[in-house]
C-alpha cells in the first residue's frame, strides 16, 4: 500500500460570497485570528504526514504563493529589530515541497483536481477544501490516514447534520458500519430531502487513488453544469473500496460569513493570550 505524501489544494475559486473583501484577497487567506484558512490546512497536511503541497490557483491567486515563501525583507527588518520569528516558521514550505497549476476557467471541483493529474502521478493523494474548517486533534487528515492504513482504498470524511440540511451538501448511502468507519455503497450530490440516502455529508476532506484522474479526464457535467468531483468518485465504487471516516472533532464552514465567524470565536475562546477579553466581550454583547 502506497503511503499519502502529496495533497491537492483547489484554491481557485473566487469567493464571491466574502465580497468585497475577496475583490483583491484570496479567500483561502482570509485570518481565523491570526493565521490564514490556508495555512491551518496545510498544518493539517503536514500532521498527517503528508509532504508534498500541490495548490490549485487562479488568477488572483499569488498572495497564496506569497504566504508560502520567505519573505526577505519582513524576516531581515524583524530580525534587526530583535522580533521573534519562529511565529514565521510554519509558513515556509521547503524545496520542491510546493506545487502550483492553474485552472484557467471554473469547471467544478472534479476539473480543478484534474489540473493536478500530471504532479499527482500514479499516487494516492489527499484533498483538502481549505474553506471547510476541520478543527479537532488529532486532525481530521490524520484521523483519515489513520483509517487508510487500515483498510486502503478511497476514503472520505464525514458528519452527521440535521436531516433537512442534506439538500447543501454531497450524500453518501451508508454501508456496514465499524466504529467511525462506515462503508460507502453510493454519493449522492446536493439530494432533495426526501430522496437523501442518510444524514452523513461529505466534509472537504479526501483521499483518493490515482485512478480517478482517469474518470475525471472523461467526465461529464453534473450538478450546476460543472464537473463535478462526487460524480467521479461515485464512478469508482464497486471496482475499489471506499469508506467514509466519522470526522471526530468540530467543523465550521468557512465558506459561509456565519461559519466564518463562529471558527473565529471558536478559535479566540482557546486562545490562552486573548480568551479572557473575548469571553467577557461575548457575555458583555449577550446581555
Known amino acids: 500500500m502506497k503511503p499519502i505524501r502529496k495533497a491537492v489544494f483547489p484554491v481557485a475559486g473566487l469567493g464571491t460570497r466574502?465580497?468585497?473583501?475577496?475583490?483583491?484577497?484570496?479567500?483561502?487567506?482570509?485570518?481565523?485570528?491570526?493565521?490564514?484558512?490556508?495555512?491551518?490546512?496545510?498544518?493539517?497536511?503536514?500532521?498527517?504526514?503528508?509532504?508534498?503541497?500541490?495548490?490549485?490557483t487562479g488568477r488572483g491567486k499569488s498572495a497564496i504563493e506569497d504566504?508560502?515563501?520567505?519573505?526577505?525583507?519582513l524576516e531581515k527588518t524583524m530580525a534587526e529589530r530583535g522580533k521573534d520569528l519562529s511565529v514565521l516558521e510554519p509558513t515556509r514550505l521547503g524545496p520542491g515541497n510546493c506545487a502550483y497549476v492553474r485552472q484557467q476557467e471554473p469547471m467544478g471541483l472534479g476539473h480543478a483536481i484534474w489540473c493536478a493529474r500530471d504532479i499527482v502521478g500514479d499516487e494516492p493523494f489527499a484533498i483538502f477544501l481549505p474553506d471547510e474548517f476541520m478543527h479537532g486533534s488529532p486532525g481530521c487528515m490524520k484521523q483519515m490516514v489513520d483509517a487508510y492504513r487500515k483498510v486502503g482504498g478511497n476514503l472520505i470524511s464525514v458528519l452527521e447534520v440535521p436531516h433537512e440540511q442534506v439538500s447543501s451538501y454531497g450524500v453518501i448511502a451508508p454501508g456496514a458500519r465499524d466504529g467511525a468507519l462506515t462503508e460507502v455503497r453510493g454519493l449522492v450530490e446536493k439530494p432533495a430531502v426526501e430522496a437523501a440516502p442518510s444524514n452523513l455529508i461529505i466534509s472537504g476532506r479526501y483521499i483518493l487513488q490515482p485512478e480517478v484522474m482517469r474518470v475525471l479526464e472523461r467526465q461529464e457535467k453534473g450538478a450546476g453544469g460543472e464537473i463535478q468531483l462526487t460524480d467521479a468518485m461515485a464512478a469508482m465504487i464497486g471496482t475499489q473500496p471506499f469508506h467514509a471516516v466519522t470526522f471526530d472533532g468540530a467543523r465550521y464552514d468557512c465558506g459561509s460569513k456565519a461559519g466564518y465567524i463562529q471558527a473565529n470565536l471558536a478559535l479566540a475562546l482557546e486562545r490562552p493570550d486573548i480568551a479572557a477579553d473575548v469571553r467577557a466581550f461575548a457575555v458583555d454583547l449577550l446581555t
Open 67 to 73: 504566504h508560502f515563501d520567505i519573505a526577505f525583507e
Open 18 to 56: 466574502f465580497l468585497p473583501a475577496t475583490k483583491a484577497i484570496p479567500k483561502e487567506m482570509l485570518p481565523v485570528v491570526d493565521r490564514p484558512l490556508i495555512q491551518y490546512a496545510v498544518d493539517e497536511a503536514r500532521e498527517a504526514g503528508i509532504e508534498q503541497m500541490i495548490f490549485v
